[in-house]
Structures are given as structure tokens and as C-alpha cells.
């Protein structure tokens, strides 16, 4: 099991970590209480167009509103949740949630793309498809405006079966990207046969790229790859307008990063996009101007 060490308070989640032990066993009725005291919540993060500027949707990111701890990030309890087969529970919320929204996009007028993250797990549930076939029904929401973001690792886990439920999302039309593209173990003969709309650059390559020229060739090589398979793709871990220069000079489709927006409570996006522009770029006197 490859997840990194995820300390929650005294709590401590090891690969290694008996599933049997008091530690474990506090942590997972802790994860029980999280859910049926609704203390998850979902953050969304913007994705935008770079040739046009616009916001063309968000992804959204999951977060543990904590009595004591405060908010717990994904990265201390999402290993734990996969382990303890939670992740179920806790993508069916995300999924109803994203569903919930988009809805309330759509009544006030707007219509943007939601992508939500899925597990390894989440790829051999053979319930999934079907129920959230029902969910998108239930609350109209278009399957195309959907993105599943699924990484290469959690593809390669058992790549057959994950096939198989990636066909099932794709006969009914929803979207699918391939998550933290160039970080995991994955092929080109798999990345063939996937049935994917859109590859996401990881955050280490573009958080890199400009003080190292390999990461630079890298996402470069990774934005072409997608274009000549027909693919979009994402930049995400943009921190500065350079980044955004940069990866618009090489023609990516989309960015998300920290100079965008960091991720935000839900209730706050629309806000947010109502008002969201592109920085203007600073004229070549500016600094003169201010001295
Ligand atoms: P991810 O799906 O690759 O999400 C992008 C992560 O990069 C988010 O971290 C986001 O806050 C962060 N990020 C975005 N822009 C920047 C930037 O400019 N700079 C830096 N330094 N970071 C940036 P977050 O929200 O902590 O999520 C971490 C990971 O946890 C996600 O990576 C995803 O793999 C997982 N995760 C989050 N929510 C869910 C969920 O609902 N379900 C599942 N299965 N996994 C989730
Ligand atoms: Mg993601
Ligand atoms: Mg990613
Ligand atoms: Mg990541």
C-alpha cells in the first residue's frame, strides 16, 4: 500500500497500521461520526479557459470539518477512508452534493462543468455506475457537464475491471479525466484504450517548470500527447502569472491553481465567478510608474 504516513491529531495512519488496533479503530469511528454528522464538506476549486479567460467549471475537493481539529485535508483521511472501504460512502456524498449544485448552477442561469475525484475503490464498486445514473436523473443534470477524475495509479490497480467501469461511465455520456498525469504507473497502450476526454497535468511538473527546463519539456511533451489523441488538458498547481504565460504559450486548454482561486466552500463559487477576470497583463512602465 503506497499512501504516504496521514497524522490526524494522535492519530496516526500508517500503511502498516493494524486495522485492528485502538488507532485504527478510533480514527474509523471517528470517520463514522464525520459522515452521519454531515461534517464533510465540499470545496470547489475553478478551472479556466486560458484563450478565453472564462470559467468553465471547478473540481470539487473533499474536506473534514473536525469539532476540534479544525479542517482536516483530503490528503489525512481519504488513504484511510480507501483502506476501510468509507471512500464509498464518502463518493456517493460527493457525487449527490456535485449533483445538488449543479442544479443550483443551472437555475441561476449558468452552465459549467463539475469534476469530482474517485478512488481506486470507487472502480470496482459495480453499483456506481447505475446509481449515479440515478443521481444525474434525479437532479437533471446533463451527463457531459460531469468529469470524473480517476489517476493513473487507481486505473492501474486492477486495470481490467476499471476498463470496464470506465465503459459503463462513458456509454452514458459522462466525462473522464486522467488525474496527476505522469506521476503514476501507467502505459500508453492503457491511456489507448481509455475511454478519456481529458488529461490533468500534475502540480509537481507545472510547479517546476519554470526553473527546471525538464519539467518544462515534460509538460510541454504531455500537451501535445493529449492534442494529438484528441484530448484536452488541464494545468493545475498554477501559482503565478508566469505559469499562466507560460502553459498559454503552449496552447494548454485549461488552468486551476492558487492564482486562480484556491479551492473555496461552495456556497462562496458563484460569488466568485460573477466576478472573476484575468488580471490585466502589467504594462512594460509599470514599475517605473510606482517608483
Ligand atoms: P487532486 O485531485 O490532484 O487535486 C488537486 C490538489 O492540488 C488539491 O489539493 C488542490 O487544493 C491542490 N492545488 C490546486 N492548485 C494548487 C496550487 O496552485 N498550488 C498548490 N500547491 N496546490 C494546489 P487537496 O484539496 O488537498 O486534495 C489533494 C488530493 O486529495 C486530490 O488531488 C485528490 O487526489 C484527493 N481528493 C480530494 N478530494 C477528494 C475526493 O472527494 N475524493 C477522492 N477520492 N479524493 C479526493
Ligand atoms: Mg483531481
Ligand atoms: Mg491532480
Ligand atoms: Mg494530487
Given amino acids: 500500500y503506497k499512501a504516504k504516513q496521514t497524522h490526524l491529531g494522535h492519530i496516526v495512519f500508517r500503511p502498516e497500521l493494524d486495522m485492528r ?3 485504527a479503530l478510533s480514527l474509523l469511528g471517528e470517520l463514522r461520526r464525520a459522515i452521519e454528522h454531515q461534517e464533510l464538506r465540499l470545496f470547489l476549486q475553478p478551472k479556466v479557459c486560458m484563450a478565453s479567460g472564462e470559467v468553465k467549471g471547478a473540481e470539487a475537493l473533499v474536506r473534514w470539518q473536525h469539532p476540534t481539529r479544525g479542517m482536516v485535508p483530503p490528503m489525512k483521511f481519504i488513504p484511510f477512508a480507501e483502506q476501510t472501504g468509507f471512500i464509498r460512502q464518502i463518493t456517493y456524498w460527493l457525487l449527490e452534493e456535485s449533483a445538488r449544485i449543479w442544479r443550483q448552477w443551472a437555475d441561476s442561469g449558468l452552465r459549467l462543468d463539475l469534476s469530482v475525484n474517485l478512488s481506486a475503490r470507487d472502480l470496482i464498486d459495480s453499483d456506481l455506475p ?7 436523473i434525479l437532479h437533471g443534470v446533463p451527463p457531459e457537464h460531469l468529469c ?5 495509479s487507481a486505473i ?3 486495470p481490467n475491471h476499471a476498463l470496464q467501469t470506465l465503459e459503463q461511465f462513458h456509454y452514458m455520456g459522462v466525462k473522464m479525466a486522467i488525474d496527476d498525469f505522469g506521476t503514476g504507473y501507467s502505459s500508453l497502450a ?4 481509455l475511454p478519456v476526454d481529458e488529461l490533468k497535468i500534475d502540480k509537481s511538473f507545472v510547479m517546476n517548470m519554470q526553473h527546471d527546463s525538464q519539467d518544462e519539456k515534460i509538460v510541454r511533451s504531455v500537451i501535445d500527447l493529449a492534442h494529438n489523441m484528441g484530448l484536452r488538458v488541464v494545468a493545475e498547481g498554477l501559482e503565478d502569472r508566469r505559469a499562466w504565460e507560460q502553459l ?9 491553481g492558487y492564482w486562480i482561486a484556491k479551492p473555496m466552500p461552495s456556497d462562496q463559487f458563484l460569488a466568485w465567478a460573477s466576478t472573476w477576470q484575468l488580471p490585466a497583463q502589467p504594462e512594460a512602465g509599470d514599475a ?3 517608483r
Fill in 21 to 23: 488496533s485502538d488507532e
Fill in 130 to 136: 447505475a446509481h449515479l445514473n440515478r443521481l444525474l
Fill in 148 to 152: 470524473l477524475e480517476i489517476t493513473e
Fill in 156 to 158: 492501474m490497480d486492477d
Fill in 190 to 193: 492503457y491511456l489507448k484504450r
Fill in 248 to 256: 498559454s504559450a503552449l496552447d494548454c486548454d485549461l488552468a486551476q
Fill in 288 to 290: 517605473v510608474a510606482t
